[in-house]
T-cell receptor, first 114, second 117 residues
Framework: AQSVTQLDSHVSVSEGTPVLLRCNYSSSYSPSLFWYVQHPNKGLQLLLKYTSAATLVKGINGFEAEFKKSETSFHLTKPSAHMSDAAEYFCVVSVRYNFNKFYFGSGTKLNVKP | DTGVSQDPRHKITKRGQNVTFRCDPISEHNRLYWYRQTLGQGPEFLTYFQNEAQLEKSRLLSDRFSAERPKGSFSTLEIQRTEQGDSAMYLC???????????????FGPGTRLLVL
């Protein structure tokens, strides 16, 4: 079975400070892992993905995530937050044998203070 | 725009009415997924199509829900006898299935927000 736990429902940072959004996953098979962002009244946008290649994955807008199998984690980071990063972020796991259907975490709302 | 499109974007209906939503995937994508997102939650899988074949349905998809993809292109999701608990955002996503392609990545439409009064 597959599942995702996003450890923080809300994270608040000041503009220019680092961002850390935490995600732990559970999977019976080798997983693919994703981070998507959802801005208000906008669709889900892919930030980055891990599909068994390099464990450190770089995405759009300066975000990156590291796949750590021993810790079953896939935390999302950014060195310096921007006001435009304020949104909801979803960690997702999928496996090929299961039609690649997505299992979403419950989301983390990122607030960026000026 | 060549992304995934959904219609309508918003739907308000009265309890007991039937509603139908449409999804147009990215044209070369064989795989199509429907998800439901309720307030404060992440999206949950409803059903999956490979071309015109519906290969999996979640237990969330009660007998009041039906989905089709008749020609392997656009898809429709119908809810019969709507209930207030059906109020949610309904998301459609598509992905390619070619070997070596980014078949794992799903591209999402903007969603249809349903409110059942």
């Amino acid at each position: 079975a597959q599942s995702v736990t996003q450890l923080d429902s809300h994270v608040s940072v000041s503009e220019g400070t680092p961002v850390l959004l935490r995600c732990n996953y559970s999977s019976s098979y080798s997983p693919s892992l994703f981070w998507y962002v959802q801005h208000p009244n906008k669709g889900l946008q892919l930030l980055l993905k891990y599909t068994s290649a390099a464990t450190l994955v770089k995405g759009i807008n300066g975000f990156e995530a590291e796949f750590k199998k021993s810790e079953t984690s896939f935390h999302l980071t950014k060195p310096s937050a921007h006001m435009s990063d304020a949104a909801e972020y979803f960690c997702v796991v999928s496996v090929r044998y299961n039609f690649n259907k997505f299992y979403f975490g419950s989301g983390t709302k990122l607030n960026v203070k000026p | 725009d060549t992304g995934v499109s959904q219609d309508p974007r918003h739907k308000i209906t009265k309890r007991g009415q039937n509603v139908t939503f449409r999804c147009d995937p990215i044209s070369e994508h064989n795989r199509l997924y429907w998800y439901r997102q309720t307030l404060g939650q992440g999206p949950e899988f409803l059903t999956y199509f490979q071309n015109e074949a519906q290969l999996e349905k979640s237990r969330l998809l009660s007998d009041r829900f039906s989905a089709e993809r008749p020609k392997g292109s656009f898809s429709t999701l119908e809810i019969q006898r709507t209930e207030q608990g059906d109020s949610a955002m309904y998301l459609c996503a598509s992905s390619p299935s070619s070997v070596g392609g980014s078949q794992e990545t799903q591209y999402f439409g903007p969603g249809t927000r349903l409110l059942v009064l």
